[in-house]
């Protein structure tokens, strides 16, 4: 895919995160929804927001797709598409099914030092 190492082990602690949430929508307060990057409110929301405040408290700084992709390792545009999947209804996804995406990429990256377009893409 490309020369930018996938930091597993963030894509690892923003699964586990992202497990532990319930299934929501934008008006809630808390919780996961790929809807929004964040609530009303301006707590996070989806699997960037929740991947940009991760990363804030690693240390680096601002709210955005950028700091989200710098932080799990991912170039723009695979955070782009992994953020956004194409042909999938956003807020059909699960906690559940976007942390076992999360540590399939994770996973893979493991086993083949590569990152998965499909996984990225959510086509497989």
């Known amino acids: 895919m490309t020369d930018t190492p996938l930091k597993p082990a963030n894509v690892r602690k923003l699964a586990a995160t992202i497990a532990k949430q319930k299934h929501t929508n934008y008006y809630a307060t808390s919780g996961f929804s790929m809807t929004y990057w ?3 409110c301006g707590t996070p929301c989806c ?3 929740f991947a940009s405040d991760l990363a804030n408290e690693d240390g680096l700084t601002g709210f955005s797709e950028e700091v989200a992709a710098e932080w799990l390792g991912l170039t723009f545009d695979e ?3 992994f953020f956004y ?3 999938r209804n956003w807020s ?3 906690p559940a099914e976007a942390s ?4 399939r990429l994770a996973d893979h990256w493991d086993a083949t030092g590569e990152k998965s377009r499909a996984i990225l893409e959510w086509r497989d």
Do not use: Q, S
């Not at 076992?100 to 540590?103: K, P, Q, V």
């Open 47 to 49: 699997m960037g927001g």
């Open 100 to 103: 076992a995406r999360l540590i």
């Open 85 to 87: 999947p194409p042909n």
């Open 92 to 94: 059909a996804i699960t």
């Open 79 to 81: 955070a782009e598409t």
């Open 38 to 40: 964040r609530h009303i």
